[in-house]
């Protein structure tokens, strides 16, 4: 089944260590997005790609980069992960950036910080 | 800026019974919306979507319409299964915005048997 696949599902890191983050697609779809979402919160966007071209929201902090090697991979890196970085990472897909176009979720990353 | 607003939770149901919860959005040009649900543990799924004004989402018995007139995308379920006790997320998108999907903050459902 085309799917879109995180690893780790469960990470722990500890304060100040660099931690990467993956997301990986079978459905060929140009736009990957990366959401934090912290505990009964909604999901905030962080940034996204369509194809090579990334697309950062303004109020994402400089301690979270992305990387997309290919279509099918896409990385979130936390280069000094704070205590209120603890979150659900969720990677998303998307065929187009289009408004009307579907979403579809990874099952998440949840980081822990120690 | 766009936001969405969805009645607070948690909702707590016996099976059988309606279900409605309000959402409602703040858009400056004509979005797409959506409902989104997410089970304990797992990412979000689409529930359904509706693109523009007077158009009917649905899928598996939930239904929602968008009504521009009230700016409103409730959801409703005629009949809630203890399957269906999850968080259920409203959300936008803009044309113009790159798919970004502004959330509202989520409501959890519980039905109880």
């Known amino acids: 089944d085309a799917m879109v696949i995180q690893n780790p599902r469960y990470q722990v890191t500890q304060f100040g260590k660099p931690v990467t983050l993956s997301c990986s697609q079978t459905?060929?779809?140009?736009?990957m997005y990366w959401y934090q979402q912290k505990s009964s919160q909604a999901p905030k966007l962080l940034f996204h790609y369509y194809d090579k071209d990334f697309n950062n929201e303004a109020d994402t902090p400089d301690n979270f980069q992305s990387r997309r090697p290919n279509t099918s991979f896409c990385f979130l890196d936390i280069r000094s992960p704070g205590l209120g970085d603890a979150a659900m990472y969720l990677c998303a897909t998307s065929r187009s950036s289009g408004g009307a176009h579907e979403q579809y979720f990874g099952p998440g990353t949840r980081l822990t910080v120690t | 800026g766009d936001s969405v607003t969805q009645m607070e939770g948690p909702v707590t149901l016996s099976e059988e019974a309606f279900l409605t919860i309000n959402c409602t959005y703040t858009?400056?040009?004509?979005?797409?919306l959506f409902w989104y649900v997410q089970y304990p543990g797992e990412g979000l799924q689409l529930l359904l979507k509706?693109?523009?004004?007077?158009d009917k989402g649905s899928n598996k018995g939930f239904e929602a319409t968008y009504r521009k007139e009230t700016t409103s995308f409730h959801l409703e379920k005629g009949s809630v299964q203890v399957s269906d006790s999850a968080v259920y997320f409203c959300?936008?998108?803009?044309?113009?915005?790159?798919?970004?999907?502004?959330f509202g903050q989520g409501t959890e459902l519980s039905v109880k048997p």
């Open positions: 858009a400056t040009g004509y979005p797409s």
């Open positions: 509706a693109t523009k004004a007077d």
């Open positions: 959300a936008l998108s803009e044309n113009n915005q790159g798919g970004k999907l502004i």
């Open positions: 459905l060929n779809h140009n736009v």
